[in-house]
């Protein structure tokens, strides 16, 4: 079914901000006052460690207070003990990951010792004792490799680092792991069903950048994006850094948690690093990716030649002792050499009609011509043909050099006391074309992009006694990125072309553009370059843990603080336009633009947070999970006061200035109860009931506010407001010549203006959940589940100037607004504001099984649906959040952009037992792995590329009046275009664009936002690998790795994966309706014109090997 929206649209009234309920505030208030009487103490653990705890009973089942419980890191052989209290009940909090030997001893009883007892990360390992009476024996058991949760309703999963290094990832990176977990989807701008190259991805609902990267219990968030700064891309399609996966001790990928977790609603990602052990291990690795062995791309059909691609990623780890039983290190390193040959066509200028139009006759460019600024043309074609068909063939090289090293340091100084110390150093420069921003991939203008991260964290753990626990720990986090043309060296003015470009920063050729029918391609780089920025933010944490008979308390405190540096010099190069290649070689300018000006931002947010929690153990088989949170997110603020808004009297106002002390209010009201159950129904562990309901509040990512000076206006987004030495945007005049000096410049007015809503509020979601969890057998367990959850107060944009009532001819829509008089210096006003709302419901599954007769899944299967108004607070992807009605919000409900209704997801490893008992060597050490998904298609709309509603918007979606799924066939007829129809009566008499409705006609269109489904996705990565002993301790592991083993072909959405589609080529002129079919051209393996590794194209082989000791 395709989602229709009404045509009408409200009065001309602005959408008030809804406040949170009374109900809400006074809840929060009284749970408030009841946790804080407890004690007075907050904060956000957010830890990296896991907990053992249990009860000591009897044969009678009594229990057994004041036995001795001991746990033993089986690594490090350092130990921890406890005694049980009246009630037989003990707990183990903040234990480092890994596999520990739990020791029970009472006098009069014989002694107890439970083996094999993993402790993961952010988990709770249930181990219940029951001793015997008096022996001289000790019992030993083996503890089960998978149990049901009894203690807490947190959901998600763990990625164990035997699954990090088995499983076939492409690229070797962990944001793959993020959705095999139930209820995590990927990146909504491709199909590859992974978080894709900016780390996006929606847990049970909440949006992609509403998730929390933790690395051993401190902050990885980039504070510009709130993505990841580990793996976050640089040049769009590949990350910009990499965490080596060798270092990766496990990974919790943890939603509906606890008060001890905060800051986004979404996922708690809470990765943590190897430590060292009391033996020396490690490993040398490689993996190779070559083209050879790649089939081809559908799209890419013989003869054309295949992409070039080639990819090395090799390293090594070593850890152990500094001093045994004391002092551990850990260390891996990896690196990345990737080459990619991108193929394309263009039309170049023909050295033979340059001399048939005299040559050139301007020095400048006579200059500028000897440099090649485009290649040969390699093809036959007519002089000066103008069919559109291209005269070159050209492959542009593109590079991608990582380097990232990773240590770690654990000191124990005594059975109290430990310190923790982590650094992380990643490095990168790459190089590709940003195809689709600069209009074409020609060599020598593509996108280099250098980034360096830097990661430091130290934990002080103190046990003050058995049953009190303090940790203080402190993190620092340095991304710093840029985005520079590559021919950034060369200055115009050395040619003569001077284009008034003083700062070396924004050297590089400007764009230029030939307007005539020959349709030649630009040179020069994307206008968005340069830029770049530095993200630096401090963490400071204190939490504090005791145990009080029945009750794990647990309180702390956080201070954050980010700051952003960054620069955005977008069109300062400049762009020359030519009515004609003649004119181009006669230096005859028709006109251009420029920007001038001081785009340095310094911008700055200081955040605090605190918690209270209570796990009350009310009886063996039930615990309540019982929190408070409370978070504070400072209003973000520039150093020197160099942003502003838009106020609806006074017009532009910057900050600082009387009545505007910020740029929003305070919010200070974000209280977050958390309440949970697991209900053990038996009492033996083996079936348990569990529920949870929590208030979440989401931080506020700095993009929103540094914004960008728009070039194109017809995009409206964030802009910089001319403030200050604020960039201003000047046309070039529209008739001139190239001359050796500064040209001309008129100015060019504000035409997309920014503002911010002052009564914004702090985004929430309530996250809620009823599950069952069942033990089927030994290692194997089962879970069935609702999960939900509703976002209020979301982040959108909307632009508040957009006419009220698009029946109203005018020769400028915007005159119509209500803050634009006629010939007014700007169009849109566009506000970013907390009034979406999001709600999603799911039935959630999952399977899994560890180490069963060599076998070992994790299956899952999600029945979903999203449902939201605004799915970003930007566009990241096309009509996320701005409105098609700013003044009829509620008509943009529908499908989220992520909202995903099927997905399966299994991964599995076998053990092949020994099939050649003669050669041992060869019947030994074989296993295979595979991941296997399928997901229904992402949602999408179709716009249009003119105003043909007459609000000035652009991007209009058009009438639907037919079905649009009649007569098509993937992927070259996926949507018939005669289903839709422009919104206005058309002039039969016209061309069909916006120009020729009628007036009084305009209207906006019927057909829903995200009312169409893409493609579906179905994939399967295979392993296989066989593990050599060399000696004793060492050896070696061949493996082949095969990605999409079957070749099967997926699809990205119509046209580019980030991209609405348009058809406004496609309509005829006298019904208004499209014509023909919409193809689908992409794969999901190709970002924005670019391949990068992650999965969704045809198979691919890697080959590796791996010295492991």
Excluded at 148 to 169: C, F, H, M, R
Aim: net charge neutral.
């Amino acid at each position: 079914m395709v989602n229709r929206t009404n045509n009408s649209h409200a009065p001309t009234v602005e959408i008030p901000t809804t406040h949170r309920s009374l109900d809400r505030k006074a809840f929060s208030f009284v749970f408030a006052i009841a946790l804080l009487l407890m004690l007075a103490a907050a904060a956000t653990a957010q830890t990296f460690r896991g907990a053992i705890l249990g009860t000591v009973t009897d044969p009678n089942g009594a229990v057994v207070p004041a036995a001795t419980v001991t746990a033993k890191n089986i690594g490090t052989a350092i130990e921890r003990t406890t005694t049980s209290d009246d009630d037989g009940n003990y707990s183990l909090p903040e234990l480092q990951t890994g596999t520990y030997e739990v020791r029970v001893a009472k006098s009069g009883f014989q002694s107890s010792t439970v083996t094999n007892v993993l402790v993961e990360v952010a988990a709770e390992r249930r181990v219940d004792v029951q001793l015997a009476v008096a022996g001289t024996d000790t019992v030993v058991i083996v503890a089960a490799s998978t149990q049901v949760e009894t203690t807490t309703n947190t959901l998600g999963g763990t990625i164990s680092s035997k699954e990090v290094a088995d499983l076939p990832v492409n690229g070797r990176d962990f944001t793959k792991f993020l959705v095999m977990v139930p209820g995590a989807t990927g990146d909504p701008s491709g199909a590859t069903d992974s978080p894709g190259s900016f780390g996006l991805f929606s847990s049970n609902g909440n949006r992609g950048r509403a998730n929390n990267f933790l690395l051993d219990g401190t902050d990885m968030n980039d504070g510009y994006r709130n993505l990841p700064a580990i793996n976050e891309a640089g040049v769009f399609g590949t990350p910009a850094t990499i965490l080596p996966i060798e270092a990766i001790a496990e990974a919790a990928i943890l939603s509906n948690f606890e008060a001890e977790y905060g800051r986004n609603s979404g996922a708690i990602v809470n990765i943590v690093t190897k430590s060292g052990t009391n033996d020396f291990h490690g490993s040398l690795f490689e993996f190779v990716r070559n083209n050879a062995l790649d089939a081809r791309n559908f799209f890419n059909p013989k003869p054309d030649p295949k992409t070039a691609f080639r990819n090395n990623q090799f390293g090594g780890a070593l850890g152990g002792p500094i001093a045994r039983n004391r002092t551990f290190f850990y260390a891996a390193y990896e690196g990345q050499r990737e080459r990619v040959g991108l193929n394309s066509t263009a039309r170049v200028p023909d050295p033979r009609e340059i001399a048939a139009l005299g040559g050139s006759t301007n020095p400048v460019i006579t200059r500028l011509l000897a440099r090649n600024p485009w290649p040969a043309p390699n093809r036959p074609l007519p002089l000066f043909d103008n069919t559109g068909t291209p005269n070159l063939f050209v492959t542009t090289r593109a590079l991608n050099d990582i380097d990232s090293f990773i240590g770690k340091i654990d000191h124990s100084f005594n059975k109290d006391t430990q310190l923790t110390g982590r650094y992380f150093y990643g490095t990168s420069n790459q190089s590709f074309p940003l195809a689709i921003l600069a209009g074409n991939v020609l060599p020598g203008y593509n996108t280099v992009t250098p980034t360096k991260v830097h990661l430091l964290s130290l934990s002080y753990l103190k046990i003050m006694s058995p049953t009190v626990v303090n940790e203080v720990r402190f993190g620092y986090n340095r991304f710093k990125e840029g985005f520079f043309p590559e021919d950034r060296a060369f200055d115009p003015s050395s040619i003569g072309l001077n284009t008034g470009i003083t700062n070396s920063q924004d050297f590089g050729l400007p764009l230029i553009r030939i307007h005539d029918d020959l349709g030649i391609a630009n040179i020069g780089a994307t206008l968005s370059v340069p830029r770049a920025r530095t993200d630096i933010n401090y963490q400071w944490i204190d939490n504090l843990s005791l145990k009080r008979t029945r009750h794990d308390l647990k309180f702390g405190y956080e201070f954050r603080r980010t700051t952003v540096s960054q620069f955005f010099d977008a069109g300062y190069r400049g762009r020359l336009d030519f009515d004609t290649l003649a004119d181009f070689l006669a230096g005859n300018l028709g006109g251009g633009r420029s920007a001038r000006g001081n785009s340095n931002r310094n911008t700055f947010q200081n955040s605090y947070a605190g918690y209270a929690q209570d796990t009350f153990r009310r009886s063996s088989r039930l615990t309540l999970n019982l929190g408070l949170r409370w978070d504070y997110f400072g209003v973000i603020r520039e150093k020197n006061n160099l942003l502003s808004t838009f106020d609806r009297v006074r017009g532009l106002v910057q900050v600082g200035s009387p009545g505007l002390p910020r740029l929003y209010q305070r919010d200070f009201n974000n209280f977050s109860p958390r309440l949970g159950l697991a209900w053990d129904l038996g009492g033996k562990g083996k079936t348990v009931v569990r529920a949870g309901w929590g208030l979440f509040y989401d931080a506020f990512s700095q993009d929103f506010f540094a914004g960008q000076l728009p070039f194109n206006t017809f995009n409206p987004g964030p802009a910089f407001n001319p403030v200050g030495p604020a960039p201003i945007l000047f046309s070039f005049s529209t008739v001139g010549t190239i001359q050796n000096g500064v040209p001309i410049f008129s100015g060019f007015g504000d035409t997309d203006v920014f503002s911010v809503d002052p009564k914004l509020a702090t985004p929430y979601v309530q996250n809620f959940n009823l599950n069952l969890q069942r033990e089927l057998f030994k290692n194997g367990v089962l879970e069935v589940g609702y999960v939900g959850s509703h976002g209020t107060k979301l982040f959108r944009y909307r632009d508040i100037n957009q006419p009220a009532n698009p029946s109203v001819s005018a020769a400028r829509p915007f005159d119509n607004g209500p803050f634009a008089p006629s010939g007014g210096a700007f169009f849109y006003v566009n506000q970013l504001e907390t009034t979406a709302n999001s709600s999603y419901n799911a039935l959630q599954t999952s399977f899994t099984l560890r180490n069963s007769h060599g076998w070992s899944a994790a299956i899952n299967y999600t029945w979903s649906h999203s449902i939201d108004n605004a799915s970003d607070g930007q566009d990241y992807v096309a009509n996320a959040t701005q409105p098609d009605n700013s003044y009829r919000a509620d008509l943009e409900r529908g499908n989220s952009n992520f909202d995903s209704r099927h997905r399966f997801v299994a991964s599995a490893s076998y053990n092949i037992p020994n099939f050649a008992k003669g050669h041992p060597r060869l019947g030994q050490g074989w296993q295979l792995n595979t991941i296997v998904t399928l997901r229904s298609g992402n949602p999408f709309h179709l716009t249009l590329f003119d105003d043909y509603n007459n609000t000035g918007e652009f991007f209009p979606r058009p009438d639907i009046v037919a079905d649009p799924y009649a007569g098509t066939h993937a992927p070259d007829r996926f949507i018939n275009l005669s289903a839709f129809k422009v919104p206005c009566t058309l002039d039969p008499a016209g061309d069909g664009s916006a120009a020729s409705c009628l007036p009084g006609t305009w209207h906006f269109g019927s057909l829903g936002r995200n009312a169409l489904r893409g493609p579906g996705y179905r994939n399967v990565d295979f392993s296989i690998f066989k593990d050599t002993p060399i000696t004793e301790g060492v050896k070696i592991q061949l493996r082949a790795e095969f990605f999409n083993i079957f070749n099967h072909p997926n699809f990205s959405n119509p046209l580019l994966p980030s991209f609405a589609a348009d058809f406004t080529s496609s309509i005829d002129p006298v019904t208004g309706r499209g014509t023909g079919f919409l193809p689908i051209t992409v794969t999901p393996d190709v970002g924005i014109g670019n391949p990068f590794l992650g999965g969704g194209g045809p198979r691919n082989i890697q080959l590796a090997a791996r010295l492991i000791f």
